[in-house]
């Protein structure tokens, strides 16, 4: 009985170590796009400017100031001037 903790215990020790190894996934340009649509709706429900962060506005009709790539950690959210689609790469 007394192998079967010592064993336990050294097996839940090592999962401890290794957990702490684990990288953590960087998700932020999927809020951005969420957030990004929802300030672009807002704009033209409102029909008024919206200013959002990174640089970005939004006219009255929903269309961005400025066509540009915001760059996050392993992806990039290019904003295409015009319409103000957003594209992930």
């Known amino acids: 009985m007394v192998e079967i903790l010592a064993g336990l215990c050294i097996i839940t020790a090592m999962a401890l170590i290794s957990a702490g190894n684990v990288s953590k996934t960087d998700l932020s340009y999927y809020s951005y796009l969420n957030e990004y649509v929802q300030k672009q709706s807002e704009a033209m429900r409102d029909r008024k400017a919206v200013n959002y962060e990174k640089g970005v506005s939004f006219n009255s009709m929903g269309h961005v100031n400025q066509g540009r790539t915001?760059?996050?950690l392993r992806h990039q959210v290019i904003v295409h001037l015009g319409n103000g689609?957003?594209?992930?790469?």
């Open 70 to 72: 915001i760059d996050f």
């Open 85 to 89: 689609y957003a594209s992930l790469e």
